[in-house]
Structure formats: structure tokens, C-alpha cells
């Protein structure tokens, strides 16, 4: 496997993480999408690459995605994070959609800057729209499952491959104890808080785990400050469950 | 900008919050009122020998609705603390908080598993009686041990509708049974001798208010609640009130029924013939089979609720430690797929399973050796956190600016924690009494040493992580948050060392 597809990009950046460089089929008229973006990313680490079914328990995989767009945000010089608050430093709108969504809200509700109260806003909706941000890429197809009074629609990777990636990417570097580039620091942070780490490093020696918390805790103090949130934001979640 | 625009973002997050009905009925479903009353009431009487358990229910009550106004009050101040030992960590400083949590462990790990006696024992009889099987306690026990290990890796908690159901169904047979029973008095006199206050003076009081204490535990849970209520400062405060006083009331009315039906001369001796039977017995001549039968499936469920709702209190004291790494920090992990504390749930079930077998293997009675004993342990336990946790409220209120009053801070956590340290007392004095065993038995000081012991070896620990591990050490108390520190409500606090 070629562990580095991204040759030269040592941009110690998370924006315009540039595609995998092999053919990728496409589905539908969808243009084919130019960035590889936390969320997306993340969202293919949380699901099964083949059947699109949930990698992670729903609570988490939400927080997850909810930080992975608060992340993009920070990517693309919009906010930051300063101990447990998120700070909005650039308001002109991203060219994404979505992020231009998540920056929008932020934006209209000054009166919260708890990094934790918005994980949780954004959790309640970030799976839904991340993967319609998918789906319009052509990254996602949208299938319906269950019975006729209980249907609903899951999103199946449109191509395994481009969704195994992440997944084949991470791993692959942790366990020959390769840097992560900042893309993929930022994203391995993510599986980390959200315990979604032992998908990574199934059936690895202890080291491969201690290497992984070393890479994640290079990540940029901002950033570092997210993950946190998002950590305790999961734990509670954890101790706080009852079934509804 | 301006603040005149709707708060979209608080709007978003109080869908499907919780008000004090729902918080009301999680936290009595736990406690498991149908179990208090036809087993730990009847057992009670039955090994205690006192008449006055009626009369302890209320006091009880009392006393832990003084309890809670401090409690209650703190937990306002601390976002997102479940746990008694959080409170004590920030009162008391952080090795009697280490002391608390392992003080607490035990506690907890002693009412599941004791309760595993009665579900057993309960199950195997309503089983053998109506389809004439052979079966043993055990093995009911470790059916049901491994439906709920398997629940609780699962992270499947009672769906709160069904909770609801059980629950309202469990009071309306109680309050059934207690009319019946109040209607047909043993002499043909309602006597309200169990009720008498001049029990609280009598020997073996002790005996009877741990029992009663141990009916209680669970309404300590509403705290956990408080960031998934729509009004955390009100919500919290009114549905653990109403959670005592509903409860307390039920208990108390119930065992006094028991002994109007008996006659309180013969309540001790009934209750020692029938056991849990006792209360089903009273009511059967004058009820329909069919619904003594429904009372007696109600009560197994509601011994099952229990089970379940103590063992993922565990399970999520082994995480929240873990995640502080005061344990070790695989209790922290969880299931990926369910998010179940998974390793804290699977070694509170290997624990429970060690002991049942053990206690089958012994021969031991499963209700007064297993479910009284060892639940009353657990009442004990509690009743330790809940006192030390009424100085730690004083201790917190006493090192913060805050704005409550005198009342909530000072005096109703003072009074709690003289008349919890009084009862504490006169339980230990008399706790041969408790067990049903002789004054000069080593058994009356094994239980209670084992807490002893589980707080020297938490101080201990915490006094070996201040010095070799200041950053776990520093994260004492914190659960979840640890990688962020304690989230303070608007008053500020300095944390003791």
C-alpha cells in the first residue's frame, strides 16, 4: 500500500487535504469533490466500509462530527479555541456550504461561547448534515431500510475504497510508526476522544497506542482544547445514558 | 449585538429534556418500591426482631429530606457530578474523596449483589409454587445474573416508558394491599403501636433505620439527572423532595399495614414464618389469585429494576475512575458500538457471579445471608458516603463565595450530618442486632471493617498518586471531565489540596 499519497504535502495544515490519488468511481452527476474534509473523513472512519452500518455508538459518532465541523472551521482560519471556549476570529463566509452553516449559527449566537454547548447543538443535526454533504458529492447513497411503518434511510459509502481510506491510511501509519501529517493528526484525535481508537489499532502492541496519544498530543494547542471538550462531552454522554 | 433575538441554541438543547415526572420516576424505579416493601420491610422485621422499622421509614425520610437540601443545593455548583464522592473530593480534598469512591464502590456492589439473593430466592419460589419445578435459588439467581450482565454490556437500561408502567403498577399495589390490610386488622383494632415515636428510643433502633436507610438508596441519582432537565436548579431540588417523600411515605404506610394485618405483638414472628411471603399471605384470603399473582410477578420485576439500575451505577463509578485514572485506565474505555462502560459492567458481573456462586457452593440462606446481610451492608456503605457527603457540603459552601443562604449551606447540611453521624452511631452499636447474630459474633464487625478498610486504601492510594502522579492526582473528582477541569456554575471555589 502506499502509506504516503500525498508525496510532498507537509502543510502543517488542515485545509485542502487533496483526494487520494487513484481512480474513485463516481455515482450519480455529482462533481467530484476537489478537498477531503474532517467530517467526511470521519464520518467514513465511524461506518463500515462496505455496508454503511455504525462503527461507533450514536452519541459519539454525533459529537464526533459535530467536532470534526467545528475543526474544519478552525482549518479554515474562521475560529479558534481558548481553554473551553470557541472564539470566532474570521467571519467571511466558507466556500462550503456547510461550514459556512456551522459559522453562520456561531456567528448569530454570540451569547454562547462554550465550546461544549456547541458540541452539543451541533450533534443534534451534524449526522444528517454531514452526510448530505456527502450524498451531494456523490460520496454517499442514500438507501432505505426496514419495514414500511419503521423506514428510514441509511447512507451507504458510494465507493468503498475512497471510505476504507482513512481508515487504511491511519492505520497503516500508526502501526509503522509514521508521523501523521496535521489532516490526519486532527482526525486521529477525533477517533481518540471518541474512543473510537480501537478500530485503528486492533490487535497492535501496546506501543502503537502510546504512538498515537504522542501524535494526537502534537496537535496545535487550539485544537488540543476541542478534543478535550470532545472527550468529556463523550464520558458524560457515557454516564449520563438512560434509554429513552 | 443584540439579545433580543430568539436563543435558537438553548431551544435546540432543551428538546426532549427532562422534567420532574421523568426524574421522579427513574429514580424510584431504582429504589424499587414493590422490593422495599415485600422484602426489605418483612426481612427487616424478621431478623431485627424490632417492631419500629414503620416508624424508621419516616425518620429516615426526614432526615434525608434534611440531607438533600444541602446536596441539592451543591449540586447546582457542580456541573455534572453523579457521584457522592465528587462532592466529597471537592469538600472534604481529594483523598477523602479517593476514600468516598471506594467507600462508595463496595456500597453499591453490595446492594446489587445482595439483591441478586432475593431475586433469586423470590423467583425460584414463584416458579416452583405455580409450575411445581425444582428449582434452586441459584439458579433463578444466575438466570437473572446473566440477563442483566448481558443488558449491561449492552448498555440496554429499562425503557423509561416501561419504567413508568412498572413503577405506577408497584404503588397501586402497595396502596391495594395496604387498604386491605388496614380494613381487616389482626384483633379487630387498628393499632398504631408500630408508629410510635418512643421506638426511636428503643433498642435495636439502629437495626431499623439502616434498613430503612437501605430502602432509600437510589434517590441520591437525581443529581445525575441535572444536565438533561429543562430546569436544572428547580427540576433537581422538587423531583428528589418529592422522590423522598412519596417513597418514605409508602414504606412507612406499608410496613405499618403489615403490622395492623398481623397485630404488632405477632409482626416479628409472622414475618419470620413467611418471609417475603408475608405481605402476599395477609392479602391473598381477601383478593382475587390472579391479582396477588400479578403482585408477585411486579415484584420480581421490580427486584429485577433494581438489579439492573445498581449495576450500571457501578459500571459508571469504574468508568468516571477510570477516566481519572485513579483506576486503571481500561475501566475507561468503552464499548465502541453501544457505549456501554464496558469493563467496568463486565467486572461488576464477574464480582456478583464469584459471589453467588460462593454463596451456593456455602449453602448460605439467600435472604437473610445474602439479600438482607448484604444489602444492609450496602445501606451501611450509604449511609457512611451520605454523612461524610453532608460534611463535604458544609466544607464546600464554607470555601466558596456563593450566594445561598445560611440554610442551605450551614445549617440544614449541619443538623443532616449530626442526625446521619447519630444513626451511623447507633447502627454500628448495634449492628449484631442488624445481622441477627450474637452480640460477641466477629461477624458484626467484619462488614462494617471492610469499609474501614476500603477508605484507609483509597486515602492511601490518593496520598501515593499526590506524590507520584500529581497530574492523576490532580484530576481527582472529575470523571468525564478531567482533560478539561471542573466546570463551576457561576460561583467560584478554591479547591482544597
Known sequence: MNSTPHGDDHAPHLREHPTPARPVRAVGSAAMPSTVRLADEFFYLAHDDQTGRSRLFESATAYGLAAALLAELYGEGRVTFEGRRLRVINTVPPKDWLQHLVLDRLVAEPRHTETRTWLAYFATAAYHQVATRMWQLGLLRQQQVGRLWRQRTVYVPADMNTAAWSWARLSFQLRNHQRLNAFDVALAGLAMHTQLDPILLDGTPVAVRAFLRQQVEQAPPPLRDLLADLGAVVGSAVLSHRTT | ?497
Open chain 2, 1 to 497: 449585538m443584540s439579545h433580543s433575538k430568539p436563543d435558537t441554541v438553548s431551544a435546540v438543547l432543551a428538546r426532549g429534556r427532562l422534567g420532574i415526572p421523568s426524574v421522579v420516576f427513574f429514580v424510584i424505579a431504582a429504589a424499587a418500591p414493590l422490593t422495599v416493601v415485600a422484602g426489605g420491610a418483612t426481612t427487616g422485621y424478621a431478623v431485627t426482631g424490632v417492631t419500629g422499622i414503620p416508624v424508621s421509614y419516616l425518620l429516615v425520610a426526614a432526615v434525608l429530606a434534611l440531607f438533600a437540601v444541602g446536596y441539592v443545593a451543591m449540586s447546582r455548583r457542580i456541573v455534572n457530578a453523579g457521584a457522592f464522592y465528587t462532592y466529597v473530593t471537592r469538600g472534604l480534598g481529594r483523598p477523602a474523596g479517593v476514600g468516598a469512591a471506594m467507600v462508595a464502590l463496595l456500597a453499591y456492589n453490595a446492594m446489587q449483589i445482595g439483591l441478586y439473593g432475593g431475586a433469586g430466592a423470590v423467583t425460584a419460589q414463584f416458579l416452583n409454587d405455580r409450575y411445581g419445578v425444582g428449582l434452586t435459588w441459584w439458579s433463578c439467581a444466575l438466570a437473572v445474573w446473566a440477563v442483566v450482565a448481558v443488558l449491561g454490556v449492552a448498555r440496554i437500561d429499562l425503557n423509561g416508558r416501561v419504567l413508568a408502567v412498572v413503577l405506577v403498577a408497584e404503588c397501586v399495589v402497595a396502596l391495594t394491599f395496604d387498604a386491605i390490610m388496614v380494613t381487616h386488622p389482626a384483633d379487630g383494632t387498628v393499632s398504631f403501636d408500630t408508629l410510635a415515636p418512643s421506638h426511636v428510643f428503643a433498642a435495636g433502633i439502629g437495626a431499623a433505620l439502616v434498613t430503612a436507610i437501605t430502602g432509600f438508596v437510589g434517590f441520591e441519582g437525581t443529581v445525575v439527572f441535572s444536565e438533561e432537565t429543562k430546569d436544572p436548579r428547580r427540576t433537581i431540588a422538587r423531583a428528589t423532595y418529592i422522590a423522598v417523600a412519596v417513597t418514605g411515605l409508602l414504606y412507612g404506610l406499608s410496613a405499618w399495614a403489615m403490622s395492623v394485618a398481623t397485630g404488632p405483638d405477632r409482626i416479628v414472628a409472622a414475618a419470620r414464618a413467611d418471609g417475603t411471603d408475608l405481605i402476599f399471605n395477609l392479602v391473598s384470603p381477601y383478593l382475587a389469585d390472579s391479582i396477588v399473582t400479578v403482585a408477585r410477578v411486579l415484584f420480581i420485576t421490580s427486584l429485577f429494576a433494581a438489579l439492573l439500575s445498581f449495576h450500571h451505577t457501578v459500571a459508571r463509578y469504574l468508568f468516571a475512575l477510570g477516566r481519572e485514572r485513579v483506576l486503571p485506565a481500561v475501566f475507561g474505555r468503552t464499548s465502541r458500538r453501544t457505549g456501554a462502560p464496558k469493563v467496568g459492567s463486565l467486572v461488576q458481573s464477574g464480582l456478583a457471579f464469584a459471589v453467588l456462586v460462593g454463596y451456593a457452593v456455602a449453602g448460605a440462606d439467600p435472604i437473610v445471608h445474602l439479600f438482607f446481610w448484604v444489602t444492609v451492608t450496602g445501606g451501611l456503605g450509604v449511609l457512611i458516603l451520605m454523612t461524610v457527603t453532608s460534611a463535604a457540603v458544609i466544607g464546600f459552601f464554607a470555601r466558596s463565595t456563593h450566594t445561598e443562604g445560611p440554610w442551605r449551606s450551614l445549617i440544614a447540611p449541619g443538623l443532616a450530618t449530626v442526625a446521619l453521624g447519630g444513626i451511623l452511631t447507633v447502627t454500628l452499636r448495634e449492628f449484631a442486632t442488624l445481622l441477627g447474630v450474637a452480640p460477641d459474633s466477629p461477624l458484626r464487625w467484619t462488614f462494617p471493617a471492610a469499609y474501614a478498610a476500603v477508605a484507609l486504601l483509597g486515602i492511601a492510594w490518593a496520598l501515593v498518586l499526590r506524590t507520584t502522579n500529581p497530574d492523576v492526582y490532580a484530576a481527582v473528582g472529575l470523571g468525564a471531565d478531567r482533560d478539561t477541569g471542573p466546570r463551576l456554575a457561576p460561583d467560584t471555589v478554591r479547591q482544597p489540596a
